[in-house]
């Protein structure tokens, strides 16, 4: 099954849905009901968004279910709230000057430190 488009692919007007239907016993509902903001994501980004609910959001344990690195996750977790209409780490504010950071997510990225560390030190805990 496909993903209902929420935006026209000719204007990139907002898109309402006016009818739903119950191909099991062939029931349809007509109205207007509004579009989910999920509804633009892929289904690769579904299924992160998913795995990320479904890990509590705590990215050792996604880290360890998709067998990916923290600044990979990080990655497709930015992927995801861009795509929602956001802009990640707007609200962030942070004093680790860049080269810092780099290094923190290098030692990371070889398991040197856990992501629990690495948080804390991104944001000047430690």
Not at 50 to 55: A, G, Q, S
Not at 78 to 103: A, F, N, S
Request: hydrophobic letters at 35%.
């Amino acid at each position: 099954m496909k993903t209902a488009l929420n935006k026209c692919p000719v204007c990139e007007g907002e898109l309402v849905v006016i009818r739903l239907h119950c191909d099991t016993c062939d029931t349809s509902i007509e109205g207007r009901f509004a579009n989910s903001a999920f509804a633009g994501l892929t289904a690769e980004q579904l299924d992160f968004v998913e795995t990320f609910v479904r890990c509590e959001g705590k990215m050792n344990r996604l880290a360890d279910e998709l067998a990916m690195s923290y600044p990979t996750l990080r990655n497709r977790l930015h992927e995801v709230i861009r795509t929602l209409g956001y802009e990640p780490g707007k609200e962030e504010q942070t004093d680790v000057p860049d080269d810092k950071r780099i290094g923190i997510l290098e030692k990371l990225d070889s398991g040197s430190i856990s992501a629990e560390q690495a948080m804390r030190l991104l944001n000047g805990e430690e």
